[in-house]
């Protein structure tokens, strides 16, 4: 039996993953996949795959993309979820800032650099008309960095999923000053390339289990009620996010697609310089 590790973050729009390994769907496959919770995000999965600590990631677009170009020994095979990501943009109850304008000298809080807090925090200084080279950076690690930084005065805004921190929000850990949204899909599949060439076949009866999954998750009797009380959300939070969120159930990823969106990082400068698309993707149905 081969043995494969993936790892993601553990918010809902994994939950397709728990359903197939509880099922035993790849165990049935002689796969014995195991599942790793990265609460640190894509930056740390970034690390883990690099160091073959996983093989497969469901990771960020933009945060494989830059780590990719940057020498990442991995593959984008496929989009996981082809809708946008909602960031929201945060700052502690007791701030004095008010609005979006006021975060432009302020500090932001990342998981880590590479990541996408720290990716989008750069989207949206962009999208402020920010100079993107006067942003100061507090790397916290993850979620709970961000509440400590943020409740402790270390850094002034923290961008993470909008319905991850909706229960912050309510519960007035944090105010959420706005939304910025991916400007492209916002989660794909990424494998390592020694992977890639030694279990191609296996990894692809993974994705097709997974991608069977997710074209009919949102039909699951009681899928909202199981979300909502499996990620401590308001019901009627989650029925939103279901109704925004698409999974790609297995389109492949083309060239020009990603072409497109390092254009967009480029013109955002979150990188400096765009690779070849052919080599950041293997297309596993040609």
Same mark, same amino acid.
């Given at each position: ?21 509880? +099922?035993?769907?790849?165990?049935? +496959? ?15 999965? &970034? ?7 996983? *093989? ?13 170009? $940057? ?9 996981? !979820? ?49 100079? !993107? ?6 790397? !916290? ?30 519960? $007035? ?6 939304? &910025?949204?991916?400007?492209?899909? &916002?989660?794909? !599949? ?20 997974? $991608?069977? &999954?997710?074209? *009919? ?58 690779? *070849? ?10």
């Amino acid at each position: 039996m081969l043995n494969l590790k993936v790892g993601g973050v553990p918010e809902h729009f994994n939950y397709p993953w728990y359903i197939t390994l509880k +099922n035993k769907e790849y165990t049935n +496959n002689n796969i014995n996949l195991r599942w790793q919770d990265f609460p640190g995000g894509t930056g740390a999965m &970034c690390k883990a795959l690099r160091s073959g600590e996983i *093989d497969i990631a469901i990771v960020l677009t933009e945060g494989i993309i830059k780590d990719i170009i $940057n020498g990442n020994p991995s593959k984008i095979t496929q989009t996981f !979820v082809k809708s946008p990501l909602i960031w929201g943009i945060h700052v502690g109850a007791k701030s004095s800032f008010k609005k979006i304008e006021d975060l432009e000298h302020a500090t932001v809080a990342i998981s880590r650099f590479g990541s996408g807090s720290h990716l989008m925090a750069i989207v949206n200084a962009h999208n402020n008309g920010w100079d !993107v080279e006067k942003l100061k950076f507090k790397v !916290v690690g993850n979620l709970q960095g961000g509440i400590d930084a943020l409740t402790n005065g270390e850094a002034d805004y923290f961008m993470w999923e909008h319905f991850t921190t909706k229960p912050l929000v309510d519960n $007035n850990t944090f105010r959420r000053l706005g939304d &910025c949204p991916t400007p492209w899909p &916002c989660f794909v !599949v990424a494998v390592r390339n020694e992977v890639l060439e030694n279990n191609f076949d296996e990894v692809k009866k993974v994705l097709d289990i997974i $991608n069977s &999954c997710t074209s *009919d998750f949102k039909e699951i009797k009681n899928i909202d009620k199981t979300l909502a009380i499996r990620y401590e959300q308001q019901l009627n939070d989650i029925q939103e996010w279901l109704s925004i969120t698409e999974w790609s159930d297995g389109e492949p990823v083309t060239e020009n697609l990603i072409t497109s969106i390092q254009n967009k990082m480029i013109e955002f400068n979150v990188i400096d310089e765009k690779k *070849d698309s052919g080599e950041l993707i293997r297309n596993m149905y040609i």
